[in-house]
């Protein structure tokens, strides 16, 4: 069965410091997408970055960067800088097999910044 | 970036009765659109896929014939939750796949609140 898988039911970190998100996933599938989504307290899902497989540099998009290790199936997220409205749950999710895939979602991390 | 919209964005009505949710893709158009359902604090299950000019998909474990899916156009999946009851609260979440800077990302609806009495 294709999973993601994120062990972090909960974190913290303090504002303007550094935190990561922990992902794993399993597929066999050698085409396939890896996201993270953020969840606000308003319930949104928002597309924070996202990976493609094939690719071998780390995407990162401002100050939330990725650490894909492919032979591993890690994809773990960086926040730097953390912001108070970083606060939320993170998913991290896979769209194994391509184009007009649905999405698999990890269990979420629920992320909260501390002033 | 791309938008999703759903209405209603909450509704309560009493046990028996059949909502209507409409995901709209309002600024592309989308053959195929994905139906969610999300308890508090746990992840998004998928419940359905909706094809665009064909029978919706269902996971396992969906009862199909309560919750009604119809993709009328292809910016439009409507999701009809039949005869509901309270144990059908829950929040309902759709999604649709648009191809950008060379992949394809899903894009969400704000989601929908159902609480049946």
């Known amino acids: 069965a294709q999973t993601v898988t994120q062990s972090q039911p909960e974190m913290s970190v303090q504002e303007a410091e550094t935190v990561t998100l922990s992902c794993t996933y399993d597929t066999s599938e050698s085409n396939y997408y890896l996201f993270w989504y953020k969840q606000p307290p308003s319930r949104q899902m928002i597309l924070v970055i996202r990976q493609e497989a094939y690719k071998q540099q780390n995407a990162t998009e401002n100050r939330f960067s990725v650490n894909f290790q492919k032979a591993a199936k890690s994809f773990s997220l960086k926040i730097s800088d953390s912001q108070l409205g970083d606060t939320a749950m993170y998913f991290c999710?896979?769209?194994?097999?391509?184009?007009?895939?649905?999405?698999?979602f990890g269990k979420g991390t629920k992320l909260s910044v501390k002033p | 970036g791309a938008v999703v919209s759903q209405h209603p964005s909450w509704v309560i009505c009493k046990s028996g009765t059949s909502v209507k949710i409409e995901c709209r893709s309002l600024?592309?158009?989308?053959?195929?659109m994905f139906w969610y359902r999300q308890f508090p604090k746990q992840s998004l299950m998928l419940m359905a896929t909706s094809n665009e000019g064909s029978k919706a998909t269902y996971e396992q474990g969906v009862e199909k014939d309560k919750f009604l899916i119809n993709h009328a156009s292809l910016t439009l999946s409507t999701l009809t939750v039949t005869s509901a009851h309270p144990e059908d609260s829950s929040f309902y979440i759709c999604?649709?796949?648009?191809w950008g800077r060379g992949a394809e990302t899903q894009y969400f609806g704000p989601g929908t609140r159902l609480l049946v009495l």
């Open positions: 999604s649709a796949p648009r």
């Open positions: 600024d592309f158009q989308a053959t195929t």
């Open positions: 999710a896979s769209n194994y097999g391509g184009s007009q895939g649905n999405l698999i």
